[in-house]
């Protein structure tokens, strides 16, 4: 976590990596854990190593309940994800697994 001022306006900065195991819980405890410190300001840069909705995946793959106790958690937050908020249908995808022949969006922006 960073913490400093732009332009008089204090910001944080925050970064969470997740190993593929666990990604959910881990990540919905490290937010929770931080929610006094989240803020208007706060940028939150995630890489949940799990796609969030069905179209972060090529597959289509219906989203689990562990993911979805985690996006429960990221409304809770008020957390949003720009890049949905702007672009709601685009196809982003920022991980391509070579063993499943898919790609999928496991880095998120809040």
Do not use: C, W
């Amino acid at each position: 976590m960073i913490k400093g001022s732009i332009q008089e306006e204090d910001i944080t900065i925050v970064n969470v990596y997740a190993l593929n195991i666990g990604a959910p819980q881990y990540i919905r405890q490290t937010l929770t854990d931080l929610k006094g410190e989240i803020h208007s300001n706060t940028i939150i840069i995630v890489d949940f190593n799990t796609p969030l909705t069905p179209m972060d995946r090529s597959s289509k793959q219906k989203v689990n309940k562990e993911t979805q106790i985690l996006i429960n958690t990221l409304e809770q937050l008020n957390l949003i994800d720009p890049l949905r908020t702007f672009h709601p249908t685009a196809d982003e995808y920022t991980f391509f697994s070579s063993a499943h022949g898919t790609f999928s969006r496991i880095d998120h922006i809040s």
